[in-house]
């Protein structure tokens, strides 16, 4: 027997009178924090090159924020999810599939975005970055992988009756080279882009749990609230990275135990003791019969990933 409610109505009843148009719709967008781990550039062949987290970037090519930097993204379609427009989005700008893919945080401040309400489910892909080939939307001018710099500057406190409430200021810095036509010395010269921005975590700890909120406090260069998207994505990736195998999804088929210290290293943004480090990671891996060849340095053996299950 079919219910009716409270007017003696059908559902079926009910929805051939509805109308949508009762309440205003957002737009609805995906945006992508696509990290990767690359090696800096060699100084000396004989020592270990440093690794760098990076963030890909899009320079925009229309308005609103004409050529600033944004994360990729773009709307949702009406045949989509928000999850398939985000590997959609993924494999347009980089041309790789199944990878690393989660959903972050759903980002929907009023005037975040000036052309009109838009909502953005915001998802993390963490890459390798060999397997990609960058090409920039139609919305953009270029794609390029920032070096992403992610640091604590300051921490203040206060007690109110009830709790505690934490102020913590982040720097991000996010650095990428630009090549120039010109040549200088034969050799083509290549200038910074520099962006940055500084993000002020508030956290309120009291009876009823603890909760945390993010707000950009300056920014220069980086388009729309995004600055906080990738600082919301650090903080998710630093805090996985303790307790999962996430960090594998950013090396290749096989690697050094070395290069994999050297990720989690940059991306905890501290030293960690070699010996602990490898006690820690012992069930992740797997040792094959390769070595390292054509180094500088005495051959080091090759490992794989052993997923958890």
Not at 153 to 182: C, F, H, P
Not at 204 to 232: C, M, P, Q, W
Not at 274 to 301: C, M, Q, W
């Amino acid at each position: 027997m079919e219910e009716i409610n409270h007017k003696k109505i059908s559902e079926a009843e009910y929805l051939s009178t509805y109308s949508s148009s009762e309440f205003e719709r957002p737009s609805v967008a995906t945006d992508m924090v696509i990290f990767t781990v690359a090696e800096s550039e060699k100084e000396n062949y004989r020592k270990l090159p440093e690794k760098e987290l990076q963030v890909l970037l899009i320079k925009r090519g229309k308005h609103p924020f004409l050529g600033q930097w944004a994360l990729p993204g773009g709307f949702v379609r009406p045949t989509e999810t928000t999850e398939q427009a985000a590997q959609r989005e993924l494999c347009e700008e980089t041309g790789v599939q199944e990878v690393y893919l989660e959903q972050l945080y759903t980002f929907s401040e009023l005037g975040r975005d000036p052309r009109t309400w838009v909502m953005s489910c915001a998802y993390m892909a963490l890459v390798d970055q060999s397997l990609v080939k960058l090409k920039a939307g139609d919305d953009a001018d270029e794609a390029k992988w920032f070096k992403l710099i992610y640091k604590k500057i300051e921490e203040t406190e206060e007690t109110k009756e009830g709790g505690l409430t934490k102020y913590e200021r982040y720097q991000l810095s996010l650095e990428a080279r630009e090549e120039q036509n010109q040549r200088v010395d034969r050799k083509e010269k290549k200038e910074k882009i520099q962006l940055q921005a500084e993000i002020e975590k508030k956290v309120v700890i009291n009876d009823n749990g603890r909760t945390s909120e993010l707000f950009i406090t300056k920014n220069s260069g980086i388009a729309f609230d995004h600055a906080k998207i990738i600082a919301y994505a650090v903080g998710r990736l630093r805090g996985k990275i303790e307790y999962t195998d996430i960090a594998l999804h950013l090396m290749p088929r096989q690697f050094t135990l070395t290069a994999l210290q050297q990720v989690y290293e940059v991306i905890l943004d501290k030293p960690l003791l070699k010996a602990a480090f490898r006690r820690k990671i012992v069930d992740l891996v797997k040792e094959t019969e390769n070595y390292t060849d054509k180094v500088g340095h005495r051959p080091s053996r090759l490992y794989e990933k052993n997923w958890m299950d």
